[in-house]
C-alpha cells in the first residue's frame, strides 16, 4: 500500500507542549481555593449560559418604567427577543428529548463489563465524585488489532487522571506499561500484566500500590475506536516532535510540526514506538492526542457534545456511576468556568529501563514516584517530579 504523507504546509497556527500546561496558571491549593469560592454570595459562580438572567426583564428593574428614546421600536424588539426565545427554547427541548431518548442506550453502551466484573470494578474504586472537589481516573488505553489477538490482553497505556472542575485542571500521570511490580498470587511482573491476570480491579489495585493514589473512578478506551470520535470532530491540531515514519503504526508519514490530524493519522501519531527512548515518547504522544479530543470537545455547543458522547461509547467503557449525566454535566461545568483557563499537566512516573534476568523492564523510582504523587493530589505540575 503507497504511503501517504502529511506535508508542513498541513500545519496549524497553535503549538501544543504536552509536557507543559497548555495555559499558563499558578496552581491554587484546592482548600484554599474551596474556602475562597465559599465566601463567594450563593448565587455567584455558573449560571448555564441558556438560562440567561431573568432579573433584566423583571418589572421590579427599575429600567422596566424607564422610557428611553427609541422607545416606538419596543414592540419591534420586544416581538424579537420572544422569537428568540421561542427557537432557544424549542432548541433546548430538542435536546432535552434526545437526551431522555438516548441516555439508556449510552450508558449500556457504556457499561460493557457482565454483572460479575462490574460488581469488581466498583468495589475497588471509591466511587466519590463532588463536582466541588477534584476526583481520579484510572485510564486504560488498548491498541486491539485484528491480525494480532495478543494485543488486546494487555493493556498498552495506563494513565491516572486527576480532574478538579472546580480550577479547571487536568493532570495525567502516565504508569508505563512495563513497569517492574509485585502482583497477588503472581509474583513480579509487568504492570500491564494486572490486567491479564485480575482484569481493570487488579490493575486499579497494582495503580494505587505503586503510586498510593486512591482511584474514584476507572475509564477503558480502544485506540483503535478513536478514529470515528476525531473525525466526528472535525480532526485534532498537535505538535509532532519529529517525523514518523513507522509502517508498524500505520501508513501514514508525518511529517515535524504544528500539524492537524484526521483519525487515521491521529492512531499513526498514537501507535509510532519508533523513537530512541521507545515507549516513553509513545505514552507522550497519546497523552497529547488525548490533551486535544479533550480541548476539541469543551468547544462543542451543547446538542453536540450530547452526540460525541453517544459516539464515544464504540470504544469507551467505564464504572457504573460514569454514565451519560456524569460525562455532560462535568463537561458543561468545566466549559462554563470563566474563573480558570482549562489547564492541562502531564508526565510520565519518574523511571527507567533495566533488565532483571533476561526481562526487560522499567523501574519506577520510589522517592520519585511518591514526590509526583503528592504534587498530582495538590493540583501542580508534575512535570516538575518528572525525569524523562
Known sequence: MARKSIKRDQKINTRDNSEAPIQGMNPVSPSQDYRRKAQQPQNAGYVPASYGTANQYSRNNVNYHTKSKGSSKAPKIVVAIIFIALIATVAGLGFYVFKQSQKDAVNADLHKLDDAEMQALDSALTGSTKFDEPFTV???????????????ARTDTNIIVRVDPFTNTITMMSIPRDTAVQLPGVGMAKFNAAYYYSGPSGTIEAATNLTGISIDHYAEINFEGLVDLIDAI???DVYIDERIDDPDAGDYVIEEGEQHLNGEQALVFARSRAYADGDYTRQRNQRKVIDAIIHKGLEAPAADLAGLIQAST????????????FIFSLAELIRHNNDYPVTIYSAN????????????????????????????????????????
Open 138 to 152: 484510572l485510564l486504560l488505553g488498548s491498541d486491539a488489532r485484528v491480525d494480532d489477538e495478543s494485543m488486546g
Open 234 to 236: 472535525g480532526g485534532i
Open 314 to 325: 464504540k470504544f469507551l467503557t467505564t464504572d457504573s456511576a460514569m454514565d451519560f449525566d
Open 349 to 388: 512516573i519518574p523511571s527507567h529501563p533495566d533488565m532483571i534476568g533476561d526481562v526487560s523492564y522499567v523501574i519506577a523510582d520510589d522517592a520519585g514516584v511518591a514526590e509526583m504523587s503528592r504534587i498530582f493530589m495538590e493540583g501542580g505540575d508534575i512535570s516538575q517530579a518528572a525525569t524523562n
